[in-house]
């Protein structure tokens, strides 16, 4: 490949935006028009998922094509070390691309966590601000005034403009929407303001068949806080009524930080549209896990149910994926690095996990193709939603969940220590993931064939079980 052929990798990144609240996957509360431009012009996956449900996690295992396991970051309070050989950035870097990154960053900042290998960072500092943020422009702090999605998309695109036009890019825009405690920004706070949103059909889930772990997490519409609600119910409803009412107030404020998301992206493509850069440009839209919109009772993410364990990833390369394609294969975030890697004809070095999924975002996955995947999360009982740590296995069709119930000395993660338990969902017949058929006698083929493959991959991986 001559240099020049390279293609540019600009790759878009929000916190905590579901596929279920875009509408290239089908969304039933809002619309994501200038998202849904790059799947129509390129692929939407399906099946992507994150190896573990949480931000600084999976921020990291994306960077490394690692498991946390093996790059150190497991949990939110683990930090990145800059000084890993094989950050992507490093390696796209040293092969003559200009390297950039504008917006959350959530690996830790200031000696070795500071962002490595990038020509160019700015940074919001832990989880930022929505409003008049603080970012670190190479490590020196100023105050941003205006909101956060669009002081971002200015940064993204002031970058684009004075970058070198004969060198290839790799070029990261990491949104903060829509993350806690979705703070709107002005030009969208009318947005739903004279409609219901629909709510989601497990919204009443009772957890019966369930894990503790899934009846004790504080996540949902009633730990939502006054701070979150901006405000507080009205006195004298029904436990029903409440919740409709919390349901609405989060949900609303939710897809109007999505909104804010939505037309950054329609401006970034423009940008790329008028300066002739849409064709020889490799650009995804994805999420860094994905999150409970009112699904189970719940927000937040960290559980292996799908709505978390989910993330959107469309792409759009219009030199080699077919327009308004959809995959159904698998890929995690672990792969994202090796796929880039490989669109600038790079080899992953060998200690990268994931694989290259550049054949099957065109549609030609290869046979050997990997038909699961491997999840682990591993802040036990942490402070702020008591999630249980667990482990498991999804295929095609079935999900197998082992909550081990210890802290292990995980950073966040708690001493005291829960009973062991274990969760079946068959996918086909129960996507919404309501009825756990672990000791249904049906399921003891598959619960044996789960366990096998749950061994195979953790042992794989280089993990070390506790079942
Ligand atoms: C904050 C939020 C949590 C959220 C974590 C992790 N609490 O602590 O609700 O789960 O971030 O989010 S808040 O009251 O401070 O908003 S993550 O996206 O960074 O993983
Ligand atoms: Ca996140």
């Given at each position: 490949?001559?240099?020049?052929?390279?293609?540019?990798?600009?790759?878009?990144?929000?916190?905590?935006?579901?596929?279920h609240?875009?509408?290239?996957?089908?969304?039933?509360?809002?619309?994501?028009p200038?998202?849904?431009?790059?799947?129509e012009?390129?692929?939407?996956?399906?099946?992507?998922?994150?190896?573990?449900?949480?931000?600084?996690?999976?921020?990291?295992?994306?960077?490394?094509?690692?498991?946390?396991?093996?790059?150190?970051?497991?949990?939110?309070?683990?930090?990145?070390d800059?000084r890993n050989?094989?950050?992507?950035?490093k390696?796209?870097?040293?092969?003559?691309?200009?390297?950039?990154?504008?917006?959350?960053?959530?690996?830790?900042?200031?000696?070795?966590?500071?962002?490595?290998?990038?020509?160019?960072?700015?940074?919001?500092p832990?989880?930022?601000?929505?409003?008049?943020?603080v970012?670190?422009?190479?490590?020196?702090?100023?105050?941003?005034?205006?909101?956060?999605?669009?002081?971002?998309?200015?940064?993204?695109?002031?970058?684009?403009?004075?970058?070198?036009?004969?060198?290839?890019?790799?070029?990261?825009?990491?949104?903060?929407?829509?993350?806690?405690?979705?703070?709107?920004?002005?030009?969208?706070?009318?947005?739903?303001?004279?409609?219901?949103?629909?709510?989601?059909?497990?919204?009443?889930?009772?957890?019966?068949?369930?894990?503790?772990?899934?009846?004790?997490?504080?996540?949902?519409?009633?730990?939502?806080?006054?701070t979150?609600?901006?405000?507080?119910?009205?006195?004298?409803?029904?436990?029903?009524?409440?919740?409709?009412?919390?349901?609405?107030?989060?949900?609303?404020?939710?897809?109007?930080?999505?909104?804010?998301?939505?037309?950054?992206?329609?401006?970034?493509?423009?940008?790329?549209?008028?300066?002739?850069?849409?064709?020889?440009?490799?650009?995804?839209?994805?999420?860094?896990?994905?999150?409970?919109?009112?699904?189970?009772?719940?927000?937040?993410k960290?559980?292996?149910?799908?709505?978390?364990?989910?993330?959107?990833?469309?792409?759009?390369?219009?030199?080699?994926?077919?327009?308004?394609?959809?995959?159904?294969?698998?890929?995690?975030?672990?792969?994202?690095?090796?796929?880039?890697?490989?669109?600038?004809?790079?080899?992953?070095?060998?200690?990268?996990?994931?694989?290259?999924?550049?054949?099957?975002?065109?549609?030609?996955?290869?046979?050997?193709?990997?038909?699961?995947?491997?999840?682990?999360?591993?802040?036990?009982?942490?402070?702020d939603?008591?999630?249980?740590?667990?482990?498991?296995?999804?295929?095609?069709?079935?999900k197998?969940?082992?909550?081990?119930?210890?802290?292990?000395?995980?950073?966040g993660?708690?001493?005291?220590?829960?009973?062991?338990?274990?969760?079946?969902?068959?996918?086909?017949?129960?996507?919404?993931?309501?009825k756990?058929?672990?000791?249904?006698?049906?399921?003891?083929?598959?619960?044996?064939?789960?366990?096998?493959?749950?061994?195979?991959?953790?042992?794989?991986?280089?993990?070390?079980?506790?079942?």
């Amino acid at each position: 490949m001559k240099a020049s052929d390279r293609p540019n990798i600009l790759f878009i990144m929000s916190d905590d935006h579901a596929a279920h609240a875009i509408s290239a996957y089908g969304s039933r509360i809002n619309r994501t028009p200038q998202i849904d431009r790059i799947a129509e012009g390129g692929v939407r996956l399906n099946h992507c998922y994150c190896t573990n449900s949480i931000c600084t996690p999976s921020r990291a295992s994306i960077l490394t094509g690692q498991h946390g396991h093996v790059n150190g970051v497991r949990t939110l309070g683990d930090r990145i070390d800059g000084r890993n050989p094989i950050l992507m950035q490093k390696l796209f870097q040293k092969a003559g691309y200009q390297t950039a990154i504008v917006g959350k960053w959530h690996l830790g900042h200031g000696g070795n966590a500071d962002p490595t290998g990038f020509d160019y960072w700015n940074i919001l500092p832990g989880q930022g601000l929505y409003h008049n943020p603080v970012l670190y422009e190479m490590g020196e702090e100023k105050t941003y005034p205006g909101y956060v999605s669009e002081i971002i998309t200015d940064l993204t695109l002031d970058w684009l403009e004075r970058r070198e036009a004969d060198r290839p890019f790799l070029l990261f825009c990491h949104h903060k929407a829509p993350h806690r405690p979705w703070q709107p920004g002005e030009n969208y706070a009318g947005l739903y303001a004279d409609h219901d949103i629909p709510m989601p059909e497990t919204l009443w889930d009772d957890y019966a068949t369930r894990s503790e772990a899934a009846r004790e997490a504080k996540m949902r519409m009633e730990d939502l806080t006054e701070t979150d609600l901006k405000g507080l119910p009205p006195e004298g409803l029904s436990f029903e009524e409440e919740r409709r009412w919390r349901y609405q107030r989060y949900i609303k404020d939710y897809l109007r930080c999505c909104a804010s998301i939505d037309d950054s992206v329609g401006r970034i493509l423009d940008y790329l549209d008028a300066h002739g850069l849409a064709d020889n440009t490799l650009v995804v839209y994805t999420s860094d896990q994905g999150f409970f919109l009112g699904d189970h009772g719940w927000f937040d993410k960290r559980f292996m149910y799908e709505q978390s364990l989910r993330m959107p990833f469309v792409a759009r390369y219009p030199n080699e994926i077919p327009a308004g394609s959809v995959c159904e294969d698998i890929l995690t975030n672990n792969d994202f690095a090796p796929t880039f890697l490989d669109y600038a004809g790079l080899p992953a070095p060998p200690e990268m996990q994931g694989v290259s999924g550049r054949a099957v975002l065109r549609g030609e996955a290869p046979a050997d193709w990997q038909q699961s995947l491997y999840y682990r999360y591993w802040m036990h009982k942490d402070i702020d939603h008591n999630a249980y740590s667990h482990y498991g296995v999804r295929t095609r069709n079935y999900k197998l969940i082992y909550y081990y119930g210890k802290g292990l000395g995980c950073t966040g993660s708690s001493d005291e220590e829960t009973d062991p338990e274990w969760e079946l969902f068959d996918l086909e017949k129960d996507p919404l993931e309501l009825k756990n058929v672990y000791s249904d006698p049906a399921y003891a083929e598959v619960v044996k064939e789960l366990t096998a493959e749950l061994d195979n991959l953790q042992r794989e991986a280089g993990d070390v079980p506790e079942h």
